[in-house]
T-cell receptor
Framework: EAQVTQNPRYLITVTGKKLTVTCSQN?????MSWYRQDPGLGLRQIYY???????DKGDVPEGYKVSRKEKRNFPLILESPSPNQTSLYFC?????????????FGSGTRLTVV | DAKTTQPNSMESNEEEPVHLPCNHS???????IHWYRQLPSQGPEYVIH???SNVNNRMASLAIAEDRKSSTLILHRATLRDAAVYYC??????????FGKGTRLHILP
């Protein structure tokens, strides 16, 4: 089944403890992206990647890092998480960049930083 | 700021058509109009997209105004399972996608 898989689904951590949320897709998609969703603010883009080794900032990149060493994986790294990074995170992918291609989203990772 | 504007919420009766509007007055010539929906406790799900012409698929229809400054997502026969938040977004070569707050669709049995 074609899908975007995020892990973990739920995570509670403490301030300052580095963590990684993984994202993997099995559709050979070139484009991948991370979003966070907060009540009243909708979905906001954190980082995106147009292909292997090509990444760029979205609207809210502060406090996050990403890497794209291979096509299928696009991990989101929080080097020193803070409580304001408590949120619902979604990874998405599409075959290529550009308006003609639709996104496939993962099921989400609910992160709580205490 | 979001480049699209949608009503915060709408209601419809089950088994009736639903028309969800979206305004995108600053759309550029190469922006595609995409619609996604998010069911409770799930990730957003692709619904439909188009550039200039109206589009149909098994889930919905997309009607695009002639000047492309607005569009309407049409669910032909709403069911309770269509209750969700519907997002209208613009996507171009520049992939800094902006999702607005969407329209929360309530379906009345």
């Amino acid at each position: 089944e074609a899908q975007v898989t995020q892990n973990p689904r739920y995570l509670i951590t403490v301030t300052g403890k580095k963590l990684t949320v993984t994202c993997s897709q099995n559709m050979n998609h070139e484009y991948m992206s991370w979003y966070r969703q907060d009540p009243g603010l909708g979905l906001r883009q954190i980082y995106y990647s147009m292909n292997v080794e090509v990444t760029d900032k979205g609207d809210v990149p502060e406090g996050y890092k990403v890497s794209r060493k291979e096509k299928r994986n696009f991990p989101l790294i929080l080097e020193s998480p803070s409580p304001n990074q408590t949120s619902l995170y979604f990874c998405a992918s599409s075959l290529r960049t550009g308006g003609h291609y639709g996104y496939t989203f993962g099921s989400g990772t609910r992160l709580t930083v205490v | 700021d979001a480049k699209t504007t949608q009503p915060n919420s709408m209601e419809s009766n089950e088994e009736e058509p639903v028309h969800l509007p979206c305004n995108h007055s600053t759309i550029s010539g190469t922006d595609y109009i995409h619609w996604y929906r998010q069911l409770p406790s799930q990730g957003p799900e692709y619904v439909i997209h188009g550039l200039t012409s109206n589009v149909n698929n098994r889930m919905a229809s997309l009607a695009i105004a002639e000047d492309r400054k607005s569009s309407t997502l049409i669910l032909h026969r709403a069911t309770l399972r269509d209750a969700a938040v519907y997002y209208c977004i613009l996507r171009d070569r520049d992939d800094k996608i902006i999702f607005g707050k969407g329209t929360r669709l309530h379906i009345l049995p």
